[in-house]
């Protein structure tokens, strides 16, 4: 860096040279389209543990109920991404088929018995990993950044 006076102020000039600027603009672009590919692998890592734990919750008579427990592939649409999952539809296993329409009275049914499991057996895991969350979700971000970028 150097200065020069001018007749009217001092102007400051900095040269430098950017070696890998190329590279390092590509790295960025793709870290920018690979962030919500980043957060959609969070949060869907994040939702199938969750889905695990709720599986260990709900409640079992045949099963059927249990089987139904799902979360789905993310969805990027306009940099937003969405994971649904839930339990209802048709069962798997021994009752395939069967359609079950119950996983919401189920689910909020405070004053039911069961010999296995519980009532808010989504809820509840949802509640206990959601300050897990944002971790989960910037680990996978800075999986990204690492990779986009140019060592």
């Known amino acids: 860096m150097r200065s020069r006076s001018g007749s009217e102020r001092d102007v400051i000039e900095f040269k430098g040279e ?6 390092a603009i590509t790295g960025l672009a793709k870290l920018e389209r690979g962030q919500a590919e980043a957060v959609a692998r969070g949060a869907y890592g994040w939702y199938e543990e969750v889905m ?8 079992v008579d045949t099963g059927a109920l249990k089987s139904t427990g799902h979360v789905e592939k993310p969805v990027i649409e306009g940099g937003v991404v969405t994971v649904v999952g839930g339990y209802g539809g048709p069962a798997q296993g021994k009752n395939a088929g069967k359609e079950v329409g119950y996983a919401a009275e189920v ?33 996978e971000i800075e999986i990204e950044a690492e990779n986009a970028l140019p060592k």
Do not use: M, Y
């Open 18 to 23: 950017f070696v890998g600027l190329t590279q």
């Open 52 to 59: 695990t734990e709720s599986k260990k919750e709900c409640p």
């Open 107 to 139: 689910h909020e049914n405070l004053a039911a018995h069961h010999k296995v499991g519980k009532a808010k057996f989504l809820e509840d895991p949802i509640n206990e990993a959601w300050p897990k969350l944002d971790a989960v979700i910037a680990e």
